[in-house]
Protein backbone atom coordinates (compact mmCIF):
# COMPACT_ATOMS: atom_id res chain seq x y z
CA UNK A 1 0.00 0.00 0.00
CA UNK A 2 1.45 3.61 -0.48
CA UNK A 3 2.66 4.59 2.88
CA UNK A 4 3.93 7.63 3.78
CA UNK A 5 7.99 8.01 3.32
CA UNK A 6 8.07 9.32 6.92
CA UNK A 7 6.36 6.61 9.06
CA UNK A 8 8.48 4.31 6.87
CA UNK A 9 11.90 5.80 7.42
CA UNK A 10 11.01 6.53 11.44
CA UNK A 11 9.77 3.10 11.85
CA UNK A 12 13.03 1.79 10.53
CA UNK A 13 15.13 4.25 12.29
CA UNK A 14 13.16 3.77 15.63
CA UNK A 15 13.64 -0.56 14.79
CA UNK A 16 17.12 -0.42 13.73
CA UNK A 17 17.55 -1.28 10.47
CA UNK A 18 16.92 0.45 6.64
CA UNK A 19 15.09 0.81 3.87
CA UNK A 20 15.97 -0.08 0.68
CA UNK A 21 15.25 2.98 -2.36
CA UNK A 22 15.52 1.61 -5.60
CA UNK A 23 16.25 3.84 -8.43
CA UNK A 24 13.57 2.13 -10.97
CA UNK A 25 13.83 2.92 -14.71
CA UNK A 26 11.16 0.73 -16.47
CA UNK A 27 7.89 -1.60 -15.49
CA UNK A 28 11.08 -4.84 -15.54
CA UNK A 29 12.89 -2.36 -12.34
CA UNK A 30 9.19 -2.01 -10.41
CA UNK A 31 7.80 -5.45 -10.71
CA UNK A 32 11.41 -7.10 -9.51
CA UNK A 33 11.61 -4.60 -6.64
CA UNK A 34 8.00 -4.89 -5.62
CA UNK A 35 8.20 -8.71 -5.78
CA UNK A 36 11.10 -8.78 -3.42
CA UNK A 37 9.68 -6.43 -1.36
CA UNK A 38 6.76 -8.85 -0.85
CA UNK A 39 8.70 -12.20 -0.74
CA UNK A 40 10.58 -10.38 2.02
CA UNK A 41 7.33 -8.83 3.78
CA UNK A 42 9.47 -6.06 3.62
CA UNK A 43 8.51 -1.79 3.19
CA UNK A 44 10.47 -0.54 0.19
CA UNK A 45 11.09 2.99 -1.75
CA UNK A 46 10.68 3.42 -5.36
CA UNK A 47 12.28 6.36 -6.35
CA UNK A 48 13.20 8.37 -10.05
CA UNK A 49 15.93 10.81 -9.96
CA UNK A 50 15.73 14.33 -11.92
CA UNK A 51 19.12 13.44 -14.03
CA UNK A 52 17.04 10.08 -15.23
CA UNK A 53 14.24 11.67 -16.85
CA UNK A 54 15.54 11.45 -20.14
CA UNK A 55 15.03 7.48 -20.39
CA UNK A 56 12.55 7.33 -17.33
CA UNK A 57 10.09 10.43 -17.73
CA UNK A 58 8.49 11.25 -14.59
CA UNK A 59 4.97 12.10 -16.03
CA UNK A 60 5.58 8.57 -17.62
CA UNK A 61 6.99 6.59 -14.10
CA UNK A 62 5.15 8.49 -11.80
CA UNK A 63 1.68 6.49 -12.57
CA UNK A 64 3.38 3.08 -12.36
CA UNK A 65 4.83 3.62 -9.44
CA UNK A 66 1.94 5.00 -7.38
CA UNK A 67 -0.01 1.98 -8.66
CA UNK A 68 2.50 -0.47 -8.07
CA UNK A 69 2.49 1.02 -4.69
CA UNK A 70 -0.90 0.88 -4.44
CA UNK A 71 -1.40 -2.72 -5.53
CA UNK A 72 1.59 -3.68 -3.07
CA UNK A 73 0.64 -5.87 0.31
CA UNK A 74 4.01 -4.30 1.70
CA UNK A 75 4.30 -0.57 2.70
CA UNK A 76 6.05 1.55 -0.52
CA UNK A 77 6.74 4.64 -0.44
CA UNK A 78 6.99 6.82 -4.13
CA UNK A 79 10.14 9.12 -4.09
CA UNK A 80 11.63 11.64 -6.01
CA UNK A 81 15.37 11.52 -5.71
CA UNK A 82 17.95 15.00 -6.10
CA UNK A 83 15.54 17.03 -7.42
CA UNK A 84 17.68 20.47 -8.72
CA UNK A 85 15.03 22.93 -8.49
CA UNK A 86 11.56 23.97 -6.23
CA UNK A 87 10.29 23.24 -9.58
CA UNK A 88 10.74 20.01 -10.05
CA UNK A 89 9.65 19.03 -6.76
CA UNK A 90 6.77 21.15 -7.07
CA UNK A 91 6.04 18.79 -10.48
CA UNK A 92 6.46 15.22 -8.53
CA UNK A 93 4.08 16.25 -6.27
CA UNK A 94 1.42 17.45 -8.46
CA UNK A 95 2.40 13.70 -10.02
CA UNK A 96 1.14 12.03 -7.02
CA UNK A 97 5.03 11.23 -5.20
CA UNK A 98 4.48 11.22 -1.82
CA UNK A 99 7.97 12.40 -0.59
CA UNK A 100 10.92 14.45 -2.80
CA UNK A 101 14.37 15.36 -1.96
CA UNK A 102 15.34 18.73 -2.74
CA UNK A 103 19.15 18.33 -3.59
CA UNK A 104 21.13 21.78 -2.45
CA UNK A 105 24.15 20.08 -1.18
CA UNK A 106 25.83 21.68 -3.80
CA UNK A 107 25.01 25.32 -2.72
CA UNK A 108 26.32 27.63 0.18
CA UNK A 109 24.70 26.54 3.00
CA UNK A 110 22.13 29.38 3.68
CA UNK A 111 20.90 28.69 -0.06
CA UNK A 112 20.60 25.26 0.37
CA UNK A 113 18.62 25.96 3.55
CA UNK A 114 16.05 29.19 2.26
CA UNK A 115 15.17 26.64 -0.82
CA UNK A 116 14.88 23.54 1.26
CA UNK A 117 12.85 25.54 3.79
CA UNK A 118 10.47 26.55 0.42
CA UNK A 119 10.31 22.84 -0.68
CA UNK A 120 8.94 22.08 3.10
CA UNK A 121 6.40 24.63 3.32
CA UNK A 122 4.74 23.68 -0.03
CA UNK A 123 5.22 20.10 0.62
CA UNK A 124 3.71 19.47 4.05
CA UNK A 125 0.68 21.81 2.42
CA UNK A 126 0.18 18.35 0.31
CA UNK A 127 1.20 16.06 3.11
CA UNK A 128 3.98 15.25 1.13
CA UNK A 129 7.43 14.84 3.45
CA UNK A 130 10.83 15.90 2.22
CA UNK A 131 14.46 14.84 1.89
CA UNK A 132 17.31 17.14 2.19
CA UNK A 133 21.41 16.90 1.52
CA UNK A 134 23.99 18.49 3.73
CA UNK A 135 27.35 17.68 2.73
CA UNK A 136 28.62 16.83 -0.52
CA UNK A 137 28.15 13.21 -1.70
CA UNK A 138 30.85 12.79 -4.81
CA UNK A 139 30.51 10.94 -7.78
CA UNK A 140 32.93 8.50 -8.36
CA UNK A 141 32.82 9.10 -12.30
CA UNK A 142 31.55 5.72 -13.34
CA UNK A 143 27.89 6.32 -14.08
CA UNK A 144 24.90 5.09 -13.67
CA UNK A 145 24.34 6.68 -10.16
CA UNK A 146 21.39 9.02 -9.52
CA UNK A 147 23.93 11.85 -8.73
CA UNK A 148 24.72 14.64 -10.68
CA UNK A 149 28.49 15.57 -8.85
CA UNK A 150 31.58 15.92 -10.87
CA UNK A 151 33.95 12.58 -10.32
CA UNK A 152 36.01 13.65 -6.89
CA UNK A 153 37.08 12.43 -4.01
CA UNK A 154 34.26 12.61 -1.10
CA UNK A 155 36.43 14.36 1.47
CA UNK A 156 33.73 17.15 2.71
CA UNK A 157 31.83 14.94 5.23
CA UNK A 158 28.73 16.16 6.66
CA UNK A 159 29.66 18.29 9.40
CA UNK A 160 27.47 17.51 13.05
CA UNK A 161 26.60 21.16 14.02
CA UNK A 162 25.62 22.43 10.52
CA UNK A 163 23.25 19.40 10.39
CA UNK A 164 21.32 20.30 13.62
CA UNK A 165 21.31 23.89 12.61
CA UNK A 166 19.84 23.02 9.14
CA UNK A 167 17.36 20.53 10.54
CA UNK A 168 15.80 22.93 13.24
CA UNK A 169 16.03 25.66 10.37
CA UNK A 170 14.05 23.54 7.51
CA UNK A 171 11.99 21.67 9.38
CA UNK A 172 12.85 18.27 7.07
CA UNK A 173 12.00 14.86 7.63
CA UNK A 174 15.01 13.11 6.98
CA UNK A 175 18.32 14.10 5.61
CA UNK A 176 20.90 12.85 3.30
CA UNK A 177 24.64 12.55 5.36
CA UNK A 178 27.79 12.55 3.51
CA UNK A 179 30.46 10.20 5.45
CA UNK A 180 32.66 8.75 2.35
CA UNK A 181 30.02 7.28 0.35
CA UNK A 182 30.03 8.13 -3.45
CA UNK A 183 27.56 8.17 -6.33
CA UNK A 184 28.20 5.42 -9.25
CA UNK A 185 30.29 2.41 -9.59
CA UNK A 186 33.39 2.13 -7.52
CA UNK A 187 36.96 1.60 -8.64
CA UNK A 188 37.81 0.23 -5.52
CA UNK A 189 35.65 -0.21 -2.20
CA UNK A 190 35.39 2.59 0.34
CA UNK A 191 35.35 2.98 3.81
CA UNK A 192 32.79 4.39 5.46
CA UNK A 193 33.81 7.39 8.81
CA UNK A 194 31.11 5.25 11.15
CA UNK A 195 32.00 7.90 13.48
CA UNK A 196 30.83 10.51 12.55
CA UNK A 197 27.74 9.25 11.33
CA UNK A 198 27.06 7.78 14.62
CA UNK A 199 28.24 11.81 15.68
CA UNK A 200 25.10 13.08 13.35
CA UNK A 201 22.09 10.61 14.51
CA UNK A 202 23.27 11.23 18.13
CA UNK A 203 22.94 14.91 17.65
CA UNK A 204 20.04 14.92 15.89
CA UNK A 205 17.58 11.83 16.45
CA UNK A 206 16.28 12.05 13.19
CA UNK A 207 16.40 9.13 10.04
CA UNK A 208 19.38 9.86 7.91
CA UNK A 209 19.74 8.33 4.05
CA UNK A 210 23.00 6.84 2.47
CA UNK A 211 23.44 7.72 -1.16
CA UNK A 212 25.74 5.68 -2.96
CA UNK A 213 24.36 2.24 -1.96
CA UNK A 214 26.16 0.20 -4.58
CA UNK A 215 29.41 -1.10 -4.34
CA UNK A 216 29.90 -0.16 -0.27
CA UNK A 217 31.50 -3.27 1.55
CA UNK A 218 28.73 -5.27 3.57
CA UNK A 219 30.26 -4.65 6.81
CA UNK A 220 29.84 -0.78 6.25
CA UNK A 221 26.61 -1.57 5.31
CA UNK A 222 25.56 -3.31 8.53
CA UNK A 223 27.65 -0.64 10.56
CA UNK A 224 25.45 1.88 9.05
CA UNK A 225 21.88 0.06 9.36
CA UNK A 226 22.89 0.15 13.17
CA UNK A 227 23.95 3.66 13.46
CA UNK A 228 21.21 5.79 12.13
CA UNK A 229 20.94 5.02 8.71
CA UNK A 230 17.16 4.46 7.81
CA UNK A 231 17.30 4.72 4.00
CA UNK A 232 19.87 3.41 1.62
CA UNK A 233 19.77 4.37 -2.14
CA UNK A 234 20.85 1.71 -4.59
CA UNK A 235 20.94 2.78 -8.07
CA UNK A 236 23.66 1.80 -10.10
CA UNK A 237 24.23 -1.85 -8.33
CA UNK A 238 20.31 -2.45 -10.15
CA UNK A 239 21.95 -2.16 -13.53
CA UNK A 240 25.30 -3.85 -13.44
CA UNK A 241 23.28 -7.01 -12.50
CA UNK A 242 20.79 -6.48 -15.23
CA UNK A 243 23.90 -5.44 -17.70
CA UNK A 244 25.39 -8.67 -16.40
CA UNK A 245 22.25 -11.36 -16.75
CA UNK A 246 21.36 -9.98 -20.66
CA UNK A 247 25.32 -10.10 -21.01
CA UNK A 248 25.37 -14.32 -19.98
CA UNK A 249 21.68 -14.83 -21.86
CA UNK A 250 23.11 -13.65 -25.07
CA UNK A 251 25.87 -15.62 -24.72
CA UNK A 252 24.10 -18.42 -23.88
CA UNK A 253 21.16 -18.52 -26.09
CA UNK A 254 21.63 -18.98 -30.05
CA UNK A 255 17.83 -17.39 -30.54
CA UNK A 256 17.39 -14.60 -27.94
CA UNK A 257 14.04 -13.05 -27.61
CA UNK A 258 13.03 -10.07 -25.74
CA UNK A 259 10.00 -11.27 -23.88
CA UNK A 260 13.10 -13.56 -22.24
CA UNK A 261 15.06 -10.67 -21.85
CA UNK A 262 12.54 -8.91 -20.19
CA UNK A 263 12.03 -11.53 -17.66
CA UNK A 264 15.57 -11.97 -17.27
CA UNK A 265 15.69 -8.41 -16.31
CA UNK A 266 12.56 -8.67 -13.69
CA UNK A 267 14.35 -11.03 -12.20
CA UNK A 268 17.86 -9.25 -11.94
CA UNK A 269 15.73 -6.61 -10.46
CA UNK A 270 14.32 -9.03 -7.53
CA UNK A 271 17.84 -10.64 -7.19
CA UNK A 272 19.59 -7.32 -6.44
CA UNK A 273 16.18 -5.77 -4.06
CA UNK A 274 16.16 -9.40 -2.50
CA UNK A 275 20.12 -9.28 -1.63
CA UNK A 276 19.92 -5.85 -0.37
CA UNK A 277 16.51 -5.74 1.51
CA UNK A 278 18.25 -9.09 3.81
CA UNK A 279 21.55 -7.20 3.97
CA UNK A 280 19.61 -3.93 5.31
CA UNK A 281 17.88 -5.94 7.89
CA UNK A 282 14.44 -5.26 6.86
CA UNK A 283 12.88 -8.46 5.91
CA UNK A 284 9.22 -9.18 8.07
CA UNK A 285 9.34 -5.19 8.86
CA UNK A 286 6.15 -4.94 6.64
CA UNK A 287 4.29 -4.26 9.56
ZN1 LIG B 1 22.15 10.40 -4.25
Not at 66 to 84: F, I, Y
Not at 264 to 277: N, Q
Request: hydrophobic share 45%; aromatic share 8%; with cysteine.
Amino acid sequence: MLTSYKSILNKAYQGGYAVGAFNCLSLENVMGVIAAAEELHSPVILQLAEVQFPYAPMELMAPLFLKAAHQSSVPVAVHLDHGQSFETCARAIRMGFNSVMFDGACLPFENNVSITKAVVRMAKAADVDVEAELGKVGDTGFGGGEGTGSASTADVFTDVEESALFIEKTGIDALAIAIGNLHGKYIATPKLNIKRLTEISERNNMPLVLHGGSGTSEEDFKACVHHGIAKINVATAMQIAITQKIEKYLQQCPQPNYIDMKWKMIEASKETALYHLRLFESEGKAL
